[in-house]
Each structure stands twice: as structure tokens, then as C-alpha cells.
T-cell receptor
Framework: DAGVTQSPTHLIKTRGQHVTLRCSPISGHKSVSWYQQVLGQGPQFIFQYYEKEERGRGNFPDRFSARQFPNYSSELNVNALLLGDSALYLC???????????FGSGTRLTVV | AQSVTQPDIHITVSEGASLELRCNYSYGATPYLFWYVQSPGQGLQLLLKYFSGDTLVQGIKGFEAEFKRSQSSFNLRKPSVHWSDAAEYFCAVGAEGTGRRALTFGSGTRLQVQP
């Protein structure tokens, strides 16, 4: 079985641009969460979706948004990129919220 | 608010030696606790988790962790370290206010294994 897949793996964007990151959960998993991991730090929670509804939001500005599709895949959108948005963005899926999460390999975003 | 502290930023052990990575948490209720491992450039792999019940939890790759409520700790142990265990290790707690759905991570402990 395929694990959590994220695309693209690497991305370089310019300040002020917009970016969309994609995540496909493990088959059968209905919950998807997004985390931001800045170099040298632990991941920080951004969003959680379950059954296509937002179930949790971390302390991130409104420039960050996400959605979950009927097939349970998810997109994370970031508008008006700042240099500080450079990070590894991790997607995690689980059968239900609160269970052990399986993480993807992440998307490395560099903002220049 | 909940928090996780991993006091050791960097630990070096010899191959075959025992290992203990420390984790302390701050949480108002019974926590959901996790240990993850991250190899360079990779995502996180779940080693083990504690929700309730037996306070000694067995995980993958020969790791175990013990939940001690009185000390607010969830330390990770392995009796004999292999060179392939070199990686970054993160402790995490299920966060309040979200039904424990969101994880709060510590800042990680980087493990180096000497031959």
C-alpha cells in the first residue's frame, strides 16, 4: 500500500507569490493534518481536516488555508509568501483524528 | 497551553550501548503521547504511542517508552543502539482544545551513533 504522498517534493518561490501543496492520504484514512517544520525545530500544527471539514487550526495567519476533497486528498495554500514561510511542510493522515498519524516525506518550500 | 520539552538537543552514544531520550510534557488532562523519528530529508515515522493502560509501551525497532504521570515524563529507551538509529527524535503530545487531534512537538533530540 502506498503511504502518504506529497507533491511537489521541492519548490522555490519568490516573496509575494502564492503556493499550493498537495497531499494524498493512505487509502481508507479520512483525516489529514498539515504541519510546518522550520529547520532545527519540531513540526508545528497548521490544520486538521476530517470528512472534508476543518476540525482544527493552529496559530498561523489567514494567508494559510486548506481544504479536503471528496477523495480525502488535501491542499494547503499559502498566499503572499514571506521569507519566513521557508520550511518543510508535512502532511499526516490517520483513520480518525487523535489516532497515530502517518506522515509523508514533506514538501520543502524555499522562498527567495 | 500544552508544551513538550526535550532537554537534550544532541546525544552521542556508542553502537551497542543503551539509550534514553528524555521528554517532559505539560498538559492538563491525560495526555496522548507519541515518539517519532526523522531521518535527514525525510518525514516522521511513528515509533510508539501511549493513550492509556500499561505505562510501559513497546514500539518498533526495539524502542520502548515509559509514561510516568508523577514526573510528567515519557522517556524513550533502547537497550542496544544500532548505527541505523542515528536520526532526530521527536516527542509529541496530543493538544488540548482540539480533542487531542493536533500534536505539539518538542524541539527534538539529534542522536549520533559512534562505531
Amino acid at each position: 500500500d502506498a503511504g502518504v504522498t506529497q507533491s511537489p517534493t521541492h519548490l522555490i518561490k519568490t516573496r509575494g507569490q502564492h503556493v499550493t501543496l498537495r497531499c494524498s492520504p493512505i487509502s481508507g484514512h479520512k483525516s489529514v493534518s498539515w504541519y510546518q517544520q522550520v529547520l532545527g525545530q519540531g513540526p508545528q500544527f497548521i490544520f486538521q481536516y476530517y470528512e472534508k471539514e476543518e476540525r482544527g487550526r493552529g496559530n498561523f495567519p489567514d494567508r494559510f488555508s486548506a481544504r479536503q476533497f471528496p477523495n480525502y486528498s488535501s491542499e494547503l495554500n499559502v498566499n503572499a509568501l514571506l521569507l519566513g514561510d521557508s520550511a518543510l511542510y508535512l502532511c499526516a493522515s490517520s483513520l480518525m483524528p487523535g489516532e497515530g498519524y502517518t506522515f509523508g516525506s514533506g514538501t520543502r518550500l524555499t522562498v527567495v | 497551553a500544552q508544551s513538550v520539552t526535550q532537554p537534550d538537543i544532541h546525544i552521542t552514544v556508542s553502537e551497542g550501548a543503551s539509550l534514553e531520550l528524555r521528554c517532559n510534557y505539560s498538559y492538563g488532562a491525560t495526555p496522548y503521547l507519541f515518539w517519532y523519528v526523522q531521518s535527514p530529508g525525510q518525514g516522521l515515522q511513528l515509533l510508539l504511542k501511549y493513550f492509556s493502560g500499561d505505562t510501559l509501551v513497546q514500539g518498533i525497532k526495539g524502542f520502548e517508552a515509559e509514561f510516568k504521570r508523577s514526573q510528567s515524563s515519557f522517556n524513550l529507551r533502547k537497550p542496544s543502539v544500532h548505527w541505523s538509529d542515528a536520526a532526530e527524535y521527536f516527542c509529541a503530545v496530543g493538544a488540548e482544545g482540539t480533542g487531542r487531534r493536533a500534536l505539539t512537538f518538542g524541539s527534538g533530540t539529534r542522536l549520533q551513533v559512534q562505531p
